[in-house]
């Protein structure tokens, strides 16, 4: 048999044995050449070795394509351990936000969505960014304005929060008297009015009442983000929230329809929601959810819950008070939305039913109630194989940090948010104090005490792209920063590119189950390679987020080509 495809010429990386860090691939001995040519027969590896090298020089027949890599990298093809493509994608076909660089730019954006479409009863989007606003809670009159009074709700970036115009809080029936939702808060003006931002459970008053969107733009909004995503390197994902959230529909539709049709080229694992308001009730729905969930490229097998909120509105979960402006002790100590007692007991039935659990912990209290779920579930249940991860991981106490090599627990890292920018320097570090500002984003640390590392993106939250969150997470700053933004965040916390590159890789092929067969580059594991336009570990750090992706393949199918491959 001849191969179908072979790349040649460039350097080829794949996970070392412990699956920490990214080795020039070779001789299973080391000892020789390191590979610089993939063979690839019926969707899989089929050869791996140094220019001229007489296994791949066979299978290269009349009819195999050759692609010569020039001295660019070929590594395994990035895998993002948590994302909402579905809702990204839904964003991406309405009134679009994502990317805007500036307020003036998004209120544009707004008014020419709103122009275009005079008859749409509701302006309907998401991805404004909180640093844009005084408090980051922008009023209604605003949203009026640009709107033309029509009924507007749009999802902040973090999807923590809404923006709601003065019709859409009117026809969901709001006012002075609408209480506070046990999980959110209502932003208002003096005199008790809604003020049009609204706070987690909260937007969900309002967001219920927005016409939902048709099967086709959620099926194609899937699509454009699947092609977004293999744009960017990307061949298998973990969609972070697979339900109704916030008034948007679940994705799972759209899901199965891509995956029983062919569409869906990616491979991934679906995190069925955790309504908190629900309770141990709907374990027998996500039951039935699992097994309707499996087709094609797509697995249900994940419950995903989310234990508290984020620090920029004071709802992450911390074990001490947030601070006030003026460095003062609140009352504030954020949210549990699960109780803790409870959240043990949810989560040793799940993990009985075996349910991969995936959670959401932003502040240390809440980072510490999943762990101390987990663990109950290793007591009751023993020790298993359903792999449990916590994303985010923003504000760790040290003592919890060992925990995660203690208890088989990997730490699924968002590491674009590791830097100096507006959000985490006028939003985060005036609230939290020296102490917690000095625990964020501890992946180092998480690393040198023997825990797994995963890698997300959280898009449509931040960028999809996994070189601009390696970038970050090796030089703790973002690409292109400058001032006081450039300075690195805890640079003692940052990872090399090898150990990161393997996060986004292998990592993130662990907590999907798909290690057994992608994140590596060896004989007999299927062929989802990224290849990038050069080699990330010939330039200096500070130039990683420059990298781009020239080519993409599923199976050795390319499915994204740059021109300029």
Same mark, same amino acid.
Request: glycine share 12%; no cysteine.
């Given at each position: 048999m001849h191969a179908d495809l072979v790349l040649s010429g460039g350097p080829v990386y794949t996970p070392d044995q412990a699956r920490r860090r990214l080795v020039p691939a070779g001789p299973a001995a080391g000892d020789g050449p390191p590979a610089t040519a993939v063979a690839v027969a019926g969707g899989k590896i089929a050869a791996v070795g140094p220019a001229g090298d007489p296994q791949i020089r066979d299978l290269t027949g009349p009819a195999t394509e050759v692609i010569d890599l020039r001295g660019r990298a070929l590594l395994p093809g990035f895998q993002d351990a948590h994302v909402h493509p579905a809702f990204a994608g839904v964003t991406m076909v309405g009134c679009n936000l994502i990317g805007a660089a500036s307020l003036n730019e998004a209120l544009g954006r707004i008014r020419s969505y709103a122009d275009a479409r005079p008859d749409l009863p509701w302006i309907a989007g998401a991805g404004w960014r909180m640093e844009w606003f005084e408090g980051g809670t922008p009023g209604r009159?605003?949203?009026?304005?640009?709107?033309?009074?029509r009924a507007a709700f749009l999802l902040n970036r973090d999807a923590h929060g809404a923006w709601a115009s003065t019709r859409a809080l009117e026809l969901a029936g709001l006012d002075a008297r609408t209480p506070d939702p046990p999980? =959110? +808060?209502i932003e208002r003006e003096p005199g008790g009015a809604p003020q049009g931002s609204l706070h987690e459970g909260a937007a969900t008053l309002? =967001? +219920?009442?927005?016409?939902?969107?048709?099967?086709e733009d959620r099926l194609a909004g899937l699509l454009l983000a699947q092609a977004h995503m293999h744009a960017r390197g990307i061949t298998a994902w973990q969609d972070a929230i697979v339900g109704d959230y916030l008034g948007s529909a679940d994705p799972l539709p759209a899901y199965l329809a891509a995956a029983r049709s062919g569409q869906l080229t990616a491979r991934v694992q679906g995190a069925l929601w955790w309504d908190r308001h629900r309770g141990r009730d709907q374990l027998a729905d996500l039951l039935g959810r699992r097994e309707q969930g499996q087709a094609g490229r797509f697995r249900a097998n994940t419950v995903k819950i989310m234990q508290d909120g984020v620090a920029e509105n004071f709802t992450a979960g911390m074990i001490e008070p947030y601070t006030d402006s003026c460095g003062c002790q609140t009352a504030g100590r954020g949210l549990s939305y699960v109780d803790p007692a409870e959240l043990r007991e949810v989560v040793t039935q799940l993990d009985a039913e075996r349910f991969q659990v995936h959670f959401h912990a932003i502040?240390?209290?809440?980072?510490?109630?999943?762990l101390d779920a987990i663990e109950a579930a290793r007591a009751a249940n023993g020790r298993n194989d359903h792999r449990h991860h916590i994303a985010h991981l923003q504000i760790m106490h040290p003592a919890d940090v060992p925990r995660f090599a203690a208890l088989g627990v990997t730490a699924n890292m968002q590491a674009l948010w590791a830097a100096h920018e507006p959000q985490m320097d006028d939003l985060t570090i005036p609230f939290i104090g020296p102490q917690r500002t000095a625990r964020q984003y501890l992946f180092g640390d998480l690393l040198r005490s023997g825990a797994r590392l995963a890698a997300g993106s959280d898009w449509s939250v931040s960028s999809a792209n996994p070189l601009r969150a390696i970038h970050v997470a090796v030089n703790r700053a973002l690409p292109g920063a400058t001032g006081a933004?450039?300075?690195?965040?805890?640079?003692?916390?940052g990872l090399s590119l090898a150990e990161a590159l393997a996060a986004y890789t292998a990592g993130s092929a662990y907590v999907n189950h798909l290690d057994g067969e992608t994140g590596a580059i060896e004989p007999g594991m299927l062929a989802d390679l990224a290849v990038l336009d050069r080699d990330p570990f010939a330039g200096p750090p500070g130039e990683i987020a420059s990298t781009r992706v020239l080519a993409t393949c599923v199976e050795g199918e390319r499915v994204y080509t740059a021109d300029d491959l």
């Open positions: 009159e605003l949203l009026d304005q640009v709107t033309g009074g999980d =959110g +808060r309002v =967001g +219920r009442h927005v016409p939902p969107v048709s099967f502040g240390d209290r809440a980072v510490r109630e999943v933004e450039a300075e690195p965040f805890l640079p003692e916390q």
